[in-house]
Structures are given as C-alpha cells and as structure tokens.
C-alpha cells in the first residue's frame, strides 16, 4: 500500500473531489497554506494498493490546472538614494504537488 499526499490548488478542488468519487478513490481532504504565497491549498491523503497509484495520479494530473499569480515583492533602487520599490514577481502555482510514500501498515478498527 501507498499513501499519496496531494496538494492543489483550491481552484481545482471541486473537480478533483469529484473524479475521485466517480473513480471509486478514497481520500481525506485537510485545508493547508501554502508557506510561500501564504494563500488556502487543498492538501489529500489516499491510501491506495500500489497497482492502483498511476491511476490516481492519472486522476490528478487531469483535474490540476498551472495557474499564474503574481505577487508583490520589496526591493531596493540602487540609484544613491534610500528608495524602495514594489514589483509583481511572476510565480508559476502547480497543478498538484504529489508525494507517494510507502505505507508500513494499515489498520482499520
Ligand atoms: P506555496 O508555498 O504558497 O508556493 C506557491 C508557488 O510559489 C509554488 O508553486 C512555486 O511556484 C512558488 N514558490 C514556492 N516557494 C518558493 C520560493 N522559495 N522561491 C520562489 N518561488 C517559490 P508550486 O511549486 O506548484 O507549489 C504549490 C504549493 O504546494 C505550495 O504553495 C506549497 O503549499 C506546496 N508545496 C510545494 N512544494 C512543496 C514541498 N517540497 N514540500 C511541501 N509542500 C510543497
């Protein structure tokens, strides 16, 4: 067994929590922020037998988008003088960061 460990952008969330309920996929759902743009992701747990992991990376991959965002970032003018400036820094935000690790035991009591 597998455990996978998805994170996704929350724009995703809606279509991903369907495609895993019309492919029979297990998962939890936990809210997480992201520790750079300290915006609201979606992170998932699934555990999973090992033949099934590509398809539900399969499922993954089809329902998370890469998205644009910028963000506003401080930086310095290096013209003499003590001026600061903001710029729009481009960040590129997925589709889904994914972890598969391995899973030494499941129980269900
Ligand atoms: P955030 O940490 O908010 O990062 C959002 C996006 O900002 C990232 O997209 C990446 O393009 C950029 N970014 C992150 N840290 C950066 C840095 N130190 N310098 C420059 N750009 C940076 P993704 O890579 O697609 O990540 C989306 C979200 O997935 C992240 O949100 C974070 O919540 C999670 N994540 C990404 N890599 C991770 C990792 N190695 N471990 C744990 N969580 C991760």
Do not use: W
């Not at 460990?5 to 019309?22: H, R, T």
């Not at 992170?43 to 089809?62: A, N």
């Not at 003590?82 to 590129?92: E, H, N, R």
């Amino acid at each position: 067994m597998k455990l996978i460990v998805a994170i996704i952008q929350e724009k995703d969330e809606k279509k991903l929590s369907q495609a895993f309920l019309d492919n029979d996929i297990r998962a939890t759902k936990l809210s997480s922020t992201g520790g750079f743009l300290r915006a609201g992701n979606v992170t998932y747990l699934i555990g999973i037998e090992e033949e099934k992991v590509e398809d539900v990376l399969d499922v993954i991959r089809i329902s998370s988008q890469t998205r644009v965002q910028f963000v506003s970032s401080s930086g310095n003018l290096d013209i003499g003088m003590d001026l600061t400036s903001s710029m729009q820094v481009k960040v590129k935000v997925g589709g889904a960061i994914v972890f598969v690790l391995p899973v030494d035991s499941f129980y269900k009591f």
